[in-house]
């Protein structure tokens, strides 16, 4: 029987997974790793920073998606991939055999710049002080910081970064210290830079408008140097204390490949060509942001994964049955809307840009329908 594995339960193997009744009536054996029993859509989870969402209404029940559909999934994580022996082996040490393997292994927000407790970033609670952008799932420990906090005074936040998960932080941890009485946040950004230097002018100009209205400090001019538990320090020796940080400083893929010998890009992702195809190993193939796209580098954004559900669905079933695999085309340009907080939002598309209420329910809308979709009791043909 022909073993597809599948090492991520992310974005880019939704359609895999709801077609796992399909794969399996062709005789494939169907095998899904996770890190956790649900699997939190990176795209909601300011918002559920923010307290618009609950943890469940912005994840997918993965083990039952797998389970419920005929397939096995393993709660555990990749350690390597040994290609030779076409073995994945996990970190509790066991070792899952394949014929096609499709990793979704996501990103990860460098925490070498916390030098205080190496051990701080790895607390499960909500009583540590620095977090990352992701997992996602750890917004939600941060917003029962906040909030446990802003119930005797105003909370100081730090957000390290300039770019939109760092814009998106920033409004929702605002948004969550004036929750109930909440005695607010008062945040800074600490950009380096620009902010939100990538975007154009007028997307920068309305989250510009929007930190000013709610009081949110932009501190350009210098990088951040180090975090520790209550403090930013910068390269320009400055100190700034904070009762909450929050490190968005942009992400690197999975660091899997380059351990296992795969053939990878220059920041570790593994290097797939138009098929969405290994470089190295044509029966291992990859998608959202743990590769990189040789024909051209995307963007780590959401959309990329989302396009390339079908492609890899098509893909590794006619790798399993040696038909002719099919062409990923990224496609042009991409509608990007952040949540900025209290029902807030800014929509930007092919030069067309605006802020407000309207934004944020057109993000809100898109992204509950994304949820839906390939939740286990979607009707067919849904996907």
Known sequence: MPRLLLAGAGHAHMAVMAAIPELVAKGHQVTAIGP????????????????????????????????????????????????????????????EPYDVLSCNLGSFVPQDMIVDNPGEIEKDDASRAVFPA???????????????????????????????????????????????????????????????????????????????????????????????????????????AQDVIFLALGVRPSPVFRASGLKVSEDGGLLVGQYLQSLSHPDIFGGGDCITFAPGPLAKVGVYAVRQNPVLLHNLQAQLQGRSLKTFDPGGAYLLIFNIGKGQGILHKSGIAFGGRAAFWIKDYIDRKFIKKFLPNAPSGTH
């Open 36 to 95: 956790g029993e649900r699997h939190y859509y990176s795209g909601m989870g300011p918002g559920m920073l923010g307290g618009t969402y609950q943890p469940e209404e912005i994840s997918f029940p993965v083990r039952d998606m797998v389970e419920s559909r005929g397939g096995v999934f393993l709660q555990d994580k990749v350690a390597t991939i040994d290609p030779a022996r076409h073995v994945v082996i996990l970190e509790s040490g066991h070792e």
């Open 134 to 240: 992701k997992p996602i799932e750890q917004l939600w420990n941060a917003r029962r910081r906040i909030r446990e906090l802003a119930r005797d005074r105003p909370v100081r936040v730090g957000v390290c970064g300039g770019g939109p998960a760092a814009l998106e932080i920033a409004g929702n941890a605002w948004s969550a210290g004036r929750e109930n009485g909440g005695k607010g946040c008062v945040v800074q950004m600490f950009v380096g830079g620009k902010l939100l230097r990538t975007m154009p002018e007028k997307v920068r100009r309305l989250a510009g408008k929007a930190l000013l209205e709610r009081g949110i400090e932009v501190m350009e001019g210098s990088y951040v140097r180090s975090v520790q538990t209550g403090e930013v320090l910068l390269e320009n020796g400055q100190r700034y």
